[in-house]
């Protein structure tokens, strides 16, 4: 069986290790999500969406219409539909 030596060298490491994961967490979690919008931002340049601001990439990422004049900028808070085809 298991002495209790043991078992408590097994506790201490699971309090070890419950501890290790939240003072990481939160120090690597920055540049965890900065990572993740510079690899969106890296896909939306292949689709020829031009990223200027990182954050952009995680509004956009959810859109499923994007609405923009001929240049194909988006200029306006403002835009109203004139013609659906």
Known sequence: ???RES??????YI???ITVLAVAVPEGL?????L????????????QNLVKHLDACETMGCATTICSDK???LTANKMTA???Y
């Open 30 to 34: 920055p540049l965890a999500v900065t």
């Open 7 to 12: 078992a408590t060298a097994i506790i201490d």
């Open 71 to 73: 240049t194909g900028t």
């Open 36 to 47: 993740a919008l510079a690899f969106s931002s890296k896909k939306m340049m292949k689709d």
């Open 1 to 3: 069986g298991i002495n």
């Open 82 to 84: 004139r013609a659906i």
């Open 15 to 17: 309090i070890l290790s």
